[in-house]
């Protein structure tokens, strides 16, 4: 708790310290990238054949997705408190990634953890890491995937806190972490909601993101909260589908609970036991969500959707032939249910789709699933 | 309101000693030899009972409470398992106090749970994650069954965190010896004995003193400064080496028996020779 109400202490004071904000947003525009464009999909449009879709590209930022807009100002706060070591969890590796980067720009020593399970399927990041100077320690307690990465992450914690900042990546944890991750990631929103209106002349009629736990999902939210005609829809995770037990979404098939420091929704058995989700996104196999979605559910201004894997890679396989973009499978979710929400509201509507991250990490994967790899038989035809 | 923590420090007090919390999680290696090793440590010794509620994500400890839990869990262990260990060792007499983080007693339901604790003879709880923030449901419950409530201070807590504490707990206060997970270290961190001044200068409960403490010598010299002496990771290895060696319930029951009888002979100030 001292480390909690430390850093409660220092982000009210670096958030309100003018030097503190132009440097974080020097770094976002100078190094990350910002502000990422707004892209009109015109063909994927045309495709679906309803609303208008619209893209949010945080691929385009620094490291391939949105996960670089907290690292950075997580690690300027990590040098502000004097802490000369940072540790990180990881599920796809996205966000050790932009860990490791911000790190090594800043001379921050960086420690990852990664359930074994990830630092398999997601080889390729391990390696990036490894190239960036991070130590990357792969989790073999649990169930081997994020869930127990956070749980090795808060060990090193609470030994090592005097010198050590948890970097948390998403809007989940004890507070302040889910506000604070919040608010390093509102830029997206902020940015896609004056790039709409001015590339549309007014506001979208939905913003569809995916939601593990949910930190870009709750970027491009935030700004849009007060505008009550914009619909907003998270995209959970549903593996093998919600009805088989083989999911990640927290709040289409789980209950309210506690972990990791937060009261949210999350799979857990009738004894409380955590449940192991299931994705092949390894960015949205977690059986927790961001408190701040429980609440939006729970007040009805956001709604939830659950888009299957087999969904979110036949998403994907057309936003890359239509669009010329190969996005994340986790990002591709939040497009599996952006074409069913543009159905919906017909070709009259806009919709923003927050394009959360690159896909280069999961070519494997997908190469597997469609069968492209020459010496492999297809996983699925 | 004296509970049956509150005379069994003060009999230890009469006898000028510390008194010995012994820690194992229930269903391991089973729910019947879980009973039974809590049940040879306690005839060995060992003044309290903290039976540990095994969580599928233990934070808080180290690798070979991790283990066990995992194994308990695998062996499908439930929360009502863990009730009839309480009551089978509370049988022996010793005040019996459940070790669990917060979410299995959500999930139970805090006032069903107290309810049930109580029933089943049990002395009250240990919860690591459960902030005094948000303890005042747990509170009422508890009191009204007579349960008393052991929460957690580290060395990094501040002044006013273990006043905060302090004014919530009841039964003693856990001073965790060192800033990190459950298992055992070669020395006791150094911090425990100013930490536990610190919560002396703030109540009048009891401190015992827990993480780290494997052998007679260092319950010997945590005995010097705290009134308990709280031994968990050292007696789970037993547990867990007699299980990987194949050396049967037997064998594994002496090894708890020689340890709790260790122990407690570390507390009451004398250090044997096999220790």
């Known amino acids: ?381 | 309101m004296h509970s049956r923590l509150d005379a069994c420090f003060a009999a230890a007090r009469e006898e000028g000693r510390s008194l010995l919390v012994g820690y194992l999680p229930a269903g391991f290696p089973t729910v019947d030899g879980g009973i039974a090793a809590m049940r040879a440590m306690v005839e060995a010794g060992v003044d309290v009972v903290e039976v540990g509620l095994p969580y599928s994500d233990p934070t808080m400890d180290g690798p070979v409470i991790q283990d066990a839990a995992d194994a308990a869990l695998r062996g499908g262990v439930t929360t009502r398992d863990v009730l009839r260990t309480v009551e089978a060792v509370a049988a022996t007499g010793a005040p019996i106090l459940v070790m669990t983080y917060w979410n299995p007693v959500d999930r139970y339901g805090p006032a069903r749970f107290a309810a049930d604790l109580a029933a089943a003879g049990g002395a009250g709880t240990i919860t690591p994650d459960l902030p005094p923030e948000e303890a005042g449901p747990w509170l009422a419950a508890a009191a009204e069954h007579g349960l008393d409530s052991v929460f957690l201070v580290a060395p990094s807590s501040s002044d006013e965190r273990i006043e905060r504490v302090a004014g919530i707990a009841s039964g003693f206060v856990y001073a965790a010896s060192l800033m990190g997970v459950t298992g055992a270290r070669a020395q006791v961190g150094a911090q425990a004995a100013g930490l536990v001044d610190r919560v002396r200068a703030a109540t009048a409960l009891p401190v015992a003193v827990g993480l780290g403490v494997s052998t007679a010598a260092q319950a010997a010299e945590v005995a010097g400064f705290a009134d308990g002496v709280i031994v968990g990771s050292a007696l789970v290895r037993v547990l867990l080496d007699a299980e990987r060696r194949g050396l049967g319930e037997q064998a594994a029951l002496e090894g708890i028996r020689a340890l709790a009888a260790d122990l407690a002979a570390g507390v009451r100030g004398g250090v044997p020779a096999s220790a």
């Open chain 1, 1 to 381: 708790m001292a480390a909690l109400d430390e850093l409660t202490d220092s982000y009210d004071q670096a958030r309100a310290d003018e030097a503190f904000t132009a440097e974080l947003d020097d770094l976002l525009s100078t190094y990350a990238g910002r502000p990422t464009p707004l892209t009109d999909a015109r063909r994927l449009t045309e495709r679906i054949g309803g609303a208008r879709i619209l893209l949010k590209r945080e691929d385009l930022a620094h490291t391939g997705s949105h996960k670089i807009n907290n690292v950075l100002g997580q690690c300027l706060l990590t040098r502000r408190m004097g802490k000369t070591r940072v540790i990180a969890e990881t599920g796809a590796g996205q966000h050790g990634v932009a860990t490791a980067t911000a790190c090594a720009l800043l001379g921050l020593e960086c420690v990852v953890y990664m359930g074994e399970e990830d630092t398999r399927r997601q080889a390729l990041n391990v390696a990036r890491m490894r190239m960036l100077g991070a130590r990357v320690v792969p989790v073999t307690s649990g169930s081997r995937t994020l869930k127990d990465a956070i749980n090795e992450a808060l060990r090193d914690w609470v030994a090592t806190v005097e010198e050590t900042h948890y970097c948390i990546g998403s809007v989940m944890g004890p507070h302040p972490f889910p506000m604070m991750v919040r608010d390093f990631q509102r830029v997206i929103g902020v940015e896609a909601r004056a790039q709409m209106l001015e590339r549309t002349g007014r506001l979208p009629d939905a913003v569809v993101a995916c939601v593990g736990g949910g930190s870009n999902a709750m970027g491009i939210f935030h700004p849009f909260i007060p505008d009550t005609g914009v619909a907003l829809i998270g995209c959970e995770a549903g593996g093998d589908g919600v009805a088989t037990g083989r999911h990640a979404a927290a709040i289409a098939g789980g209950s309210a609970g506690v972990l990791h420091g937060m009261r949210t929704y999350l799979l857990q058995d009738d004894d409380g036991q955590t449940q192991v989700s299931h994705s092949i996104s390894a960015g949205l196999d977690y059986p927790g969500i961001g408190p701040e979605h429980s609440l939006l559910h729970e007040t009805g201004r956001a709604t939830y959707r659950v888009v299957d894997d087999t969904a979110a890679m036949e998403a994907l396989a057309l936003v890359a032939r239509t669009e010329g973009i190969l996005v994340a499978i986790e990002s591709a979710h939040a497009f599996a249910g952006a074409f069913e929400v543009a159905r919906e509201l017909g070709p009259d509507a806009t919709v923003l789709v927050n394009c959360s991250g690159r896909g280069d990490k999961d070519v494997d994967t997908a190469a597997r699933w469609f069968g492209l790899l020459d010496a492999d038989a297809p996983t699925r035809a």
